[in-house]
């Protein structure tokens, strides 16, 4: 059962972190996230919520405290954007290494410089080899449920799960988002029973060791392992959301896809835009669809690889650089995804766009299934952008 | 009902974000569905801002901003000499203004087909004693959705009953002021509907600036009005005159200058003022030495 409310990705984010019940949060406000760590202070202060927030002088710190919370057998996350994620990159790394289950809000925005407070993907990508768990929200509503199953997929493949939400888009757009009541989501996120604590005074560990040449290796290996089972715990976990909320989260959503000459791919809020170019290209005749990825690591190569080898050409958006790769981060994964197809591969083309807030209007969305009529963006094998004056 | 598509202008501080927020509250509650987005930077009083509401009886998904626009509702009237705020107007557009000029003179000045005007910060001085047009403006937002856009009998009422509501939590006085801002904008409202064309830019992405070939290295600026930078000249409500004859050249107002908007040559010799870089704080006349008063501050005409 669920009941509908009014409000922005921010505030369904800060609600999905009081339903999960998380228990200690550290936080360092910054823009665009800023207004779901204001909420989850006022859920503290009102007693809506029965969690520790650390106030931290940084987001280094930010995910230290998260981690010794977690060490120590409570249910913990932060949230952050951009300069933030990128200032805790190094502990988040740590954080996956020791197999923490710290959930972290990512609202995505655009890296500096030149400083920009809008959304794209650069902050989230730069993690991409984390290690964490990285999934991306399409809508509001989609950012509560993501969040929520967050805890219990964290938990159970004992890693950090990255919930990434585009900044402005999602985070400041208000629209009707239908949530579980909060024993519901209780139930659903179960409680949280950690395996290994620190404060297990019966049988003391020590966490992140010091590791020569003789143990790194598997530590790394067995780390990958964890990280590609999550792809299974993840699709039970969607079908067990599904049975209370009464929606279908699944890895990837393919729209459109079946008999589609064309497939773009892609991930977070654009998906709604771009759903409408579709319907309207429909509408005239040509067979495009859609593929957007809730979740992006691990990289669900296997399903990207199938839904896509029918079409005659694949066109990826990715929403930042991989600066001087071929191609943005999204696009090598699928060609590389492709690849193994033993004949006849679609041929892929990628696109940057969507940079520092520059969201992707319906006419230049439209001109992507139109190659052939515009030579600036026809042609190429590496990275082209597609809204830059050049 | 159709998509309706409402493009709020206005300046940080005007409240205007939680005007649209609770019009596309109160349209959510209806049954049918609204989207609201706010677009603005690291916002400051005065800046420039856009909110975007749209509504619909099917769920949107669309998050670009939107082009073409049935209204737009503009805060301050100064605010229509910018390209993005007229961008993508129509013959169609209902274009309502805070203003204090009637609706057919604000027409055939602005060459607007579809005016509707409104003393809003008039309103708001007298209601609330304060500045913010926000409220007065909402009351006429809504009003002009009672011929069919928003299909739902008695939804002033139930805005009213959210405005009283939001205000609230402040003190019963301010949610009484605030309530009777809104019935005002609601009861005052004047519309002028003509079959004019409104020459309109259609500008996807702000106003054109430079090209990726002619920023310098690292985006890095010798001016802050050079093309790539939002210029701030809009924002100011007045402007620094400087009265050559008086200026002793003592440069006082240069190093405190904000936005480095004072010219000043080789030799040391204030120039003039930098107005698109000028926001208008007023800090180079309140420094300007008494004994020159070079520096005064003009209010900008509506």
Partial sequence: MTSTIFCSGNTAAALAFRHAGVEVLALYPITPSTAAAEALALDVRDGLLDAEIIPVEGENSAMTACMGASLAGVRTATITSSQGLLYMAQQVFAAAGMRLPVVILDSTRAISAPLNVNGDHGDAMAMRAAGCIQLFARTAEELYDLTLIAFPLAETVRLPVMVCYDGFSISHTMTRVAVLSEDDARQFVGVYRPADALLALDAPRTFGPVCGPHFYTEARYSQRLALASSLAIFAELGDAYAARSGRAIRTLDAYQTVGADDIVVLLGSTAGTMRGVIDRLRETGRAVGMLSLACYRPFPEAEVREALQGAARVIVLDRSDDMGAPQGPLCTDVRSALYALPAKRPHVTGFIYGLGGRELLPDEAMKIFSLDDDPTLSGSESATYLQVRR | ?302
């Fill in chain 2, 1 to 302: 009902m159709r998509t309706f598509a409402f493009r709020f202008h206005a300046r940080g501080n005007h409240g205007m974000v939680t005007s649209a927020e609770i019009f596309a509250r109160q349209v959510d509650a209806t049954g049918v569905y609204a989207s609201m987005t706010p677009h603005f930077g690291a916002a400051k009083a005065g800046e420039p801002i856009t909110v975007d509401v749209r509504i619909s009886a099917n769920p949107i998904m669309e998050v670009h901003p939107i082009i073409a626009p049935d209204m737009i509702i503009v805060s301050d009237q100064t605010l229509l000499a910018l390209p993005e705020v007229r961008a993508g107007l129509s013959e169609e557009t209902v274009v309502l203004l805070n203003s204090r000029m009637l609706p057919s003179y604000l027409a055939r000045e602005y060459g607007l087909a579809h005016v509707a005007a409104l003393d809003a910060t008039g309103i708001a001085l007298a209601a609330v004693g304060r500045p913010y047009p926000n409220i007065a403006l909402l009351g006429a937002l809504v009003r002009l959705t009672q011929n069919g856009i928003v299909p739902k009998a008695g939804f002033p009422l139930e805005v009213a009953r959210a405005v009283h509501e939001h205000f609230g939590g402040g003190s019963r006085l301010l949610a009484t002021s605030n309530l009777r801002a809104f019935e005002q904008g609601y009861d005052r409202v004047q519309r002028s509907d003509t079959a004019a064309a409104p020459s309109a830019p259609r500008v996807p992405h702000s106003v054109s600036r430079a090209r990726a070939s002619e920023l310098s290295f690292g985006a890095s600026l010798a001016r802050l009005s050079e093309a790539f930078v939002p210029t701030t000249g809009a924002w100011s409500t007045a402007q620094p005159i400087v009265d050559m004859d008086k200026c002793e050249h003592c440069l006082f107002c240069w190093p405190l200058c904000p936005d480095k908007a004072i010219a000043v040559s080789a030799e040391g010799k204030l120039t003039g003022i930098d107005h698109d870089a000028c926001k208008g704080c007023g800090i180079c006349a309140a420094v300007c030495p008494p004994k020159f008063s070079a520096i005064t501050m003009k209010e900008k005409l509506e």
